[in-house]
């Protein structure tokens, strides 16, 4: 007597899996094509290339056009790879999970699932897309250019959103996490000298800076009216001795352009009516909140030496140039024309007299603490001068004390709009 059919092959042949049948072995072909596309695309030979690029033929233009945008087309691949595995697997548990006569146990359904993927949709696709990859990407170029051009905008979102996520996350982390490690290592090796390990504390922290905390305040640019003539300007460039020199017209929050002082060396025979006005060069504005290490990259595309620091509301806070930037790695750099000027000075081991003006960075630095010190408490500031406002509510006189933790700060000198110089206790924490 025949054996009864079995419930697999009667809801088949009733029509009720066959329709998802036929939709999972369309999706096993199609993700087939894909990792054959990729293979054949990513394997083709500079002579191949060639071939194409010469001929004007639809295929060969559309492999080139793929080819040179080879990161989105990848991205293409990528996408539309993924949603025919999601479309599978979803199939798969539709067809074996949900129906009453099913007694496959999961894990074969998620073995033979895995299987099929990595057979059909991986290996053997690759195999032979790489072993006939020219004549495989002519014949499929034409189709991946409609996908491409339709899934361009998502691709591309998606790319950018990769560079974005890895710039601000993956590099900064490894490469901070790298040279936290080079620097407990040069500390462990004798005959390291301090200098050495200084370099490697500047580098570690340069990606965590921000303009505003290596930046000259705004008091401190040496500018000039654009109405001024050539005469009041070379005094000014005698002056200040820059090479550079920001040009306002009225305030300085309303900047010009950059005089280049080389620029001036043809000129210096005319009398004050010559226009100088027409030597201006553009500035380049930065944020405040824009890390340096970013600035840094910025000063090598632009190529210039100088950036002009604005706040949110387009007016000028400081200036910040290339020398700046070098010194948060290698320290401070004097040259032959440089009036060295000491921000403070060093009575003993836990006194020491820094000028107003002195950033909190430089501070931190020249007493070597952790420049989260004063982050509850400084509020907008970010000079010395401005911290002791902070933290006294109003303009301190000559003599007053100020404690803040293990710090007490003993006002030396002081006029009637800003803290000149201050004399700083260190004690012991207990």
């Known amino acids: 007597m025949d054996e009864p059919p079995s419930y697999f092959s009667i809801v088949i042949f009733s029509g009720q899996l066959l329709l998802p049948l036929l939709c999972l072995a369309v999706l096993i072909f199609v993700g087939g094509l894909i990792a054959a596309t990729e293979a054949a695309f990513f394997s083709l030979e500079a002579e191949d290339v060639d071939k194409c690029r010469l001929n004007n033929r639809p295929q060969e233009k559309a492999v080139i056009l793929l080819l040179d945008n080879a990161h989105t087309f990848l991205v293409t691949l990528l ?16 067809v074996f999970w949900n129906n009453p006569g099913n007694k496959l146990p999961a894990a074969l359904v998620i073995f033979s699932t895995t299987l099929v993927l990595v057979l059909l949709c991986e290996i053997l696709p690759k195999f032979l897309g790489k072993h006939y990859n020219f004549a ?14 339709v899934l361009r905008p998502l691709s591309v979102t998606l790319l950018q959103l990769k560079r974005i996520w890895k710039r601000t ?4 982390k490894n490469s901070a996490e790298e040279f936290t490690q080079a620097l407990e290592l040069a500390a462990d090796i004798e005959g390291t000298s301090e200098g050495e390990k200084d370099i490697l504390r500047g580098i570690v922290n340069f990606g965590m800076l921000t303009v505003r905390q290596v930046m000259r305040a705004r008091t401190e640019i040496s500018s000039i009216n654009v109405e001024s003539d050539f005469e009041q300007l070379m005094v000014v460039v005698n002056k200040s001795g820059f090479s550079r020199i920001p040009v306002y017209r009225k305030t300085i929050d309303t900047i010009e352009g950059v005089l280049y002082i080389k620029d001036l060396l043809p000129f210096l025979d005319h009398d004050r009516s010559f226009e100088w006005q027409k030597l201006l060069r553009p500035c380049f504005f930065v944020p405040e909140a824009k890390k340096i290490d970013l600035l840094l990259k910025d000063f090598q595309e632009k190529r ?6 604005i706040d949110e509301y387009g007016g000028t806070t400081g200036l910040v140039t290339l020398e700046d930037l070098i010194e948060e790695i290698i320290g401070e750099i004097n040259d032959e024309f440089d009036e060295v000027d000491l921000l403070f000075r060093k009575i003993d081991n836990n006194t020491f007299v820094f000028d107003g003006k002195t950033s909190l960075h430089d501070f931190c630095k020249a007493l070597e603490i952790d420049y989260s010190t004063f982050s509850e408490v400084r509020g907008e500031s970010e000079s010395l001068g401005g911290l002791i406002l902070e933290l006294n509510n109003e303009l301190p006189k000559t003599g007053d004390q100020i404690n803040y933790e293990q710090f007490t700060f003993v006002i030396e000198a002081v006029d009637r709009k800003r803290i000149k110089r201050l004399r700083i206790k260190v004690h012991e924490q207990a």
């Open 79 to 94: 996408l539309t790879n993924g949603l025919v595995r999601v479309g599978i697997v979803t199939i798969t548990t539709v």
């Open 136 to 149: 495989f990407a002519r014949a499929a170029a034409g189709s991946w250019k409609l996908i491409f051009q």
């Open 169 to 172: 996350l993956v590099e900064k």
């Open 304 to 309: 210039v030496h100088m950036a002009l620091v």
